[in-house]
């Protein structure tokens, strides 16, 4: 898939009955493995003719909510809190368990393993992140203020971010094997963050949340820059970033896949202003009775905003909607009567390419040397 082409189906693997949590790659391209609610571990051998075959189905006594990988290790998460470490044998006929790991008194939402370090870290739905050293002993815990949906993590500086239920983003420093640091919390969405990826070259993180939007926060050279992303009519359930393409592929239920170009220049979203009156007619808004009273003029207007400026202004000062792909907002919004007659060509053009893929991603992973994608549903 690239350019401006639609994405074409390669193969569909029928066997899970359930929602599919997550999917990945097996080194070289061989296999791919799933989990599932349906309480299953499943291993998909490619075949010469492209098509991937059944070779493993361990079920476990739990919901599979959780993987990672590391070689032929498997880190699986389940709902019951408990992390599973199995050894993958080369062939990928066989799955051996080697430890278990007594981490969240809740599901297990996300792992992720970094191999430098060696350790393991997790996300639950008992508001802890956790991450475990090479034994399987536990290093260190974060408590957020609600369920820890989604992690990534920034090797170089040991920075975790946890995107929790609320919709805050929490850094975490991971300074020493049982010492952390709170950097800080990034908010702006109005949701839970479902997905989180970082970006290396560009020290980046990108989030996706319930709320339909996708931030881009500039974390290094202290931007301290957060991009807002709008395309989809659904939440958003899943990201994948190809740094060698620079091109972000979301998924949401609308079950639409959207490839923003990051190369192309945004401009951040304008803060909302306030105000008791419509900043360009003047008119009074609904509260302001005593204007109202005043000018006898009982009309009861509603406070809405330019997404182009953030002035406050009434339903009659912005009924010319369009779209404004250099704030990010790929759909038709709200501007007020001086914005729309401002707006160049420069910022309605657009470089977001949205494809219908008729169903709901779930999870996905994403080969960038050969443009697919891998998405559960």
């Not at 992390?83 to 008194?105: G, M, P, Q, S």
């Not at 920034?154 to 805050?168: E, H, M, T, V």
């Amino acid at each position: 898939m690239s350019g401006g082409v639609a994405p074409a189906l390669v193969s569909a693997l029928a066997g899970h009955t359930n929602t599919i949590n997550k999917v990945l790659l097996v080194p070289n391209d061989t296999a791919l493995i799933s989990v599932s609610d349906d309480r299953s571990l499943r291993v998909w051998i490619k075949r010469s003719s492209g098509e991937y075959w059944p070779s493993v189905c361990q079920t476990l006594e739990w919901c599979v909510s959780a993987m990672a990988m590391d070689d032929f290790h498997l880190f699986v998460g389940l709902d019951s809190g408990a992390i599973n470490h199995y050894k993958l044998t080369e062939d990928l006929n066989r799955v051996t368990l080697l430890r278990v790991y007594t981490a969240h008194n809740m599901r297990v939402s996300a792992l992720l393993y970094d191999a430098q370090s060696e350790w393991l870290l997790s996300a639950g739905k008992d508001k802890t992140f956790h991450w475990h050293g090479e034994s399987g002993r536990r290093l260190g815990t974060y408590r957020a203020g609600a369920w820890c949906l989604c992690l990534a993590f920034d090797k170089l500086s040991k920075i975790a971010f946890i995107g929790d239920y609320g919709g805050a983003i929490s850094m975490v420093t991971l300074e020493t094997a049982d010492k952390f640091r709170l950097i800080t919390t990034l908010k702006g969405h109005l949701g839970s963050v479902r997905d989180l990826s970082w970006d290396d070259t560009h020290q980046r993180l990108i989030s996706c949340s319930a709320d339909k939007s996708i931030f881009v926060w500039e974390i290094g050279e202290g931007k301290g820059k957060a991009i807002e992303l709008n395309a989809h009519a659904d939440r958003v359930n899943s990201i994948a970033y190809s740094d060698e393409h620079k091109k972000l592929f979301t998924f949401a239920e609308d079950r639409k896949m959207v490839v923003w170009n990051l190369l192309t220049e945004r401009k951040q979203c304008p803060l909302w202003e306030e105000s008791n009156e419509c900043q360009l007619c003047n008119g009074p808004f609904f509260w302001n009775v005593q204007k109202m009273w005043q000018e006898r003029d009982v009309i009861f207007k509603r406070q809405h905003h330019c997404r182009r400026c953030g002035r406050a202004i009434c339903g009659d000062c912005s009924n010319t909607p369009s779209i404004l792909p250099m704030f990010g907002f790929e759909y038709p919004v709200r501007l007020c009567r001086t914005c729309y007659g401002e707006v160049s060509e420069d910022e309605l053009k657009s470089s977001t390419q949205i494809h219908n893929i008729l169903v709901n991603a779930t999870c996905t992973d994403f080969d960038a040397k050969k443009k697919t994608y891998r998405s559960g549903l």
